[in-house]
């Protein structure tokens, strides 16, 4: 059995198949996702798994150099974004680099998602909770 955190084997094979900006989305329950665009649907019930615990459980497994997160999430979710944002400057810490962070606006953002290698759709039952992770190298 594998024993590192994330044992959904759609999510690590995908994580794990990242080059160097390639990207993968991190969605809340509501995101409309791309047809063409695989779907890692970790959802179970409302708010199971949150947002905030997915993302932690994938930047434990993937090397960040660059996020995008919707402009509105700034009037409609600042406890969300303020938590992601205290992820992303833990994660450049841990990964010694600096992580651009991007803002958009939420239909820009929904066009940017049909680059994503996959969309990880979560429980999360709050608006605009989420986020486009580009793959950078730990080299």
Do not use: W
Not at 9 to 15: A, G
Not at 40 to 55: G, R, S, V, Y
Not at 86 to 100: D, F, P, S, T, V
């Amino acid at each position: 059995m594998k024993k590192t955190i994330i044992l959904n084997p759609s999510l690590s094979h995908t994580i794990a198949s990242l080059g160097h900006t390639d990207c993968l989305t991190i969605s809340d329950a509501g995101l409309p996702i791309p047809m063409q665009c695989p779907r890692i649907d970790l959802a179970l019930t409302k708010n199971i798994p949150t947002f905030l615990q997915t993302i932690d459980a994938v930047v434990s497994e993937m090397f960040v150099e660059r996020a995008v997160i919707a402009e509105e999430i700034k009037q409609k979710n600042p406890q969300i974004l303020t938590a992601l944002l205290q992820r992303i400057k833990q994660l450049e810490k841990k990964q010694n680099n600096n992580i651009a962070v991007e803002f958009v606006n939420h239909k820009d953002f929904k066009l940017l998602t049909h680059s994503s290698k996959a969309v990880v759709r979560t429980g999360e039952f709050s608006p605009y909770a989420n986020v486009i992770l580009y793959s950078g190298v730990p080299f």
